[in-house]
């Protein structure tokens, strides 16, 4: 009894070892992309039109493939899963079967694009998240698949933005054109142009996923991710980031799609197709304006207190303002900046732009300029004590424009203690601007229908400011 009781366990846990030495040797032979194979021949027979077609699917051989592309140095495994992709009998079928969609494939044939000159994703790999490069922590691949609403950004590596904006690459080319009106410029370079309170950005697209910080991104932690929820709300991302913008969640996604266009290496040249002529379009005045000033004046209408700057920015497209300052004391303060201030200095070595661009740009501020005669004072008149003008300063300004005239910090003026107040700018223009005011701003006038103080007390105020030493940065 006990003998046939141990020979039936034994046989049973026979039956068990090999059923499953079996089952793992059937795995071994038959890889993750050869089972998708196998389904997608199973697929390809069931959807035959004709017999003729059944029979040849039914003789298809299961095999490795792949795309070998020598000038765009990789070898494209996703075939092996994506069978169908430029199979017609395949349009309705479900993913990884499915025919591609749109003429992509039409433009780009497989065996001169492959796929992930596109989609990204790691190219040798034969397994899903492998291929698929998600999961960096495991897979250790940084550029992985893109989301399809990101797939476009892989197009600017050949072609240029305006072919782009009316044959598939509509939602990159709105990026492109969002990037320009949000003013991205007055705070980063790209090719050499814009600002420099934040990084250049060639190249950030196709950074690696350790050059970001990831500390705050939800979800995968992929360079999408991080530039999508930093364009969401910088400081959810670099809690002291002095990077502000508003967008619509739209937006982000379209700004997304365009900075990761950023790359360090175009595609070989037989694979370009840039016309380099609708690149070389020269902006007008009122396009720079955006482009490099709208970020932090807006339109230009209001004094904005920034709270991220901790610092007033001034209205500049204010009538009252312009009423007061000729083009070249404008084009002053434009090249030079303000030294100890956000406000960069906009001349050929600091930021890139031409001196015709920064023509432009004043061209456009002087257009806002109401017709008739400057506002003037008479300064010449005058004879200014400086010490005199010490104590008017101390008793009617600091309050706004700080003690040491550097304003900042919770002060609601701007800065008066930058070398090109002190250097450069017409004594004229300060007084104007001390005696009329600033309609629309906090700036006070101090003379005209309120004479709170004399002429003579404007040119002493005006000698003292010329006077503050200059600010270092
Ligand atoms: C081992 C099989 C396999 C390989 C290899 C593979 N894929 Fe996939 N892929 C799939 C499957 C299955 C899906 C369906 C969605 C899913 O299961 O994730 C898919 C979905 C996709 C999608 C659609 C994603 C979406 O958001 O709808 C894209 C794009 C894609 N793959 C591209 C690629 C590229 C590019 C490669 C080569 C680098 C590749 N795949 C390699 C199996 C594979
Ligand atoms: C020229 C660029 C380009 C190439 C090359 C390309 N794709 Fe796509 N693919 C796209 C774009 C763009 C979309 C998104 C289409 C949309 O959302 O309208 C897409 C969509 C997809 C989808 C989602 C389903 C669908 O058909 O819309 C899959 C899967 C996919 N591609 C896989 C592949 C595979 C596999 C290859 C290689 C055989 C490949 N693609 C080659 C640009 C390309
Ligand atoms: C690796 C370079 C490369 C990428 C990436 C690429 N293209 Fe192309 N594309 C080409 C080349 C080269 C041609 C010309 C094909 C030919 O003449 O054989 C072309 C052709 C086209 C055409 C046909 C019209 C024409 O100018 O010939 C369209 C439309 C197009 N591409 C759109 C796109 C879109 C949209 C994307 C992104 C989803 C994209 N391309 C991505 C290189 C690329
Ligand atoms: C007021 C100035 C300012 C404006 C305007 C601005 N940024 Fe920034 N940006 C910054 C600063 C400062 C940082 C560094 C701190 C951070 O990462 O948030 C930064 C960081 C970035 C980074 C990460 C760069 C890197 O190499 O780490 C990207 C990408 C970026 N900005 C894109 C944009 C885009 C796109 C826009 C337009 C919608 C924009 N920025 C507008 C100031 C600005
Ligand atoms: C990163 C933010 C930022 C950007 C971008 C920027 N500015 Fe400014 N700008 C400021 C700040 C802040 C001040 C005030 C500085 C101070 O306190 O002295 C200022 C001051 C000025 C002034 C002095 C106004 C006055 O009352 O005398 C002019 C003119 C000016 N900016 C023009 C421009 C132009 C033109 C551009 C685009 C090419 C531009 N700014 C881009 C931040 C910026
Ligand atoms: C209530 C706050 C306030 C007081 C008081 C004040 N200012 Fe101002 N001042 C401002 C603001 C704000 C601006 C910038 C306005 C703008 O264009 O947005 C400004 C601008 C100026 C400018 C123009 C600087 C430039 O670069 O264009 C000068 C000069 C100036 N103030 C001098 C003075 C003097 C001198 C006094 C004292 C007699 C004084 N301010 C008192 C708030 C004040």
Request: overall charge neutral.
């Amino acid at each position: 009894m006990h003998s046939r009781f141990y020979l039936s366990v034994m046989l049973i846990s026979a039956l068990f070892v090999m059923a499953y030495l079996g089952l793992t040797g059937y795995h071994a032979l038959m890889p993750e992309w050869k089972q998708y194979q196998a389904e997608f021949k199973d697929t390809l027979v069931k959807n035959a039109k004709s017999e003729a077609a059944k029979k040849k699917a039914m003789a298809m051989p299961l095999g490795f493939t792949q795309v070998y592309l020598s000038d765009l140095k990789r070898e494209d495994r996703c075939v092996n899963c994506h069978a169908g992709e430029d199979n017609p009998l395949m349009a309705t079928a479900k993913l990884p079967f499915k025919q591609h969609s749109g003429n992509y494939l039409v433009n780009h044939p497989i065996d001169k694009y492959g796929c992930t000159v596109c989609h990204e994703g790691q190219s040798f790999a034969t397994n899903k998240k492998e291929a698929h490069g998600l999961g960096h922590e495991q897979t250790h691949w940084d550029h992985p698949l893109l989301p399809l609403k990101y797939a476009q950004s892989a197009c600017v590596q050949c072609h240029d933005i305006a072919m782009l904006s009316k044959n598939g690459g509509e939602k990159v080319a709105q990026g492109e054109a969002l990037f320009k009106e949000k003013g991205c410029r007055g705070c980063h370079k790209v090719d050499g142009v814009g600002g420099d309170l934040g990084k250049a950005l060639d190249g950030v697209g196709y950074q690696p996923i350790a050059y970001f910080p990831m500390k705050h991104v939800a979800g995968e932690h992929t360079v999408y991710n991080w530039l999508k929820q930093h364009f969401d709300d910088p400081r959810a991302i670099v809690p002291e980031s002095a990077m502000k913008v508003k967008l619509t969640p739209e937006e982000v996604d379209l700004l997304t799609t365009y900075v990761l266009s950023f790359r360090p290496d175009e595609a070989p040249r037989k694979y370009r197709r840039i016309d380099y002529t609708s690149m070389m379009a020269k902006p007008d005045g009122e396009t720079l304006y955006k482009m490099y000033c709208v970020a932090c004046h807006a339109d230009g209408t209001k004094s904005l207190y920034n709270e991220v700057f901790k610092r007033t920015v001034p209205a500049i497209t204010n009538p009252s303002f312009l009423k007061t300052i000729d083009d070249k004391n404008l084009e002053a303060i434009i090249k030079e900046g303000r030294t100890g201030t956000q406000m960069t200095a906009w001349n050929k070595t600091a930021s890139g732009l031409s001196d015709e661009q920064v023509s432009g740009l004043i061209g456009y501020l002087a257009s806002k300029r109401p017709a008739g005669p400057m506002e003037t004072f008479g300064l010449a008149a005058f004879k200014g004590d400086s010490k005199h003008g010490s104590e008017i300063y101390e008793a009617r300004c600091s309050v706004c424009h700080g003690k040491e005239g550097k304003a900042g910090e919770d002060y609601l003026g701007i800065s008066l203690r930058s070398p090109v107040i002190q250097k450069k700018i017409d004594p004229e223009m300060l007084a104007v601007t001390i005696a009329n005011g600033r309609a629309q701003t906090p700036m006070p006038a101090f003379v005209k229908d309120t004479e709170l103080l004399t002429k003579q007390d404007v040119a002493d105020v005006v000698s003292f400011i010329k006077e503050i030493p200059v600010a270092g940065k």
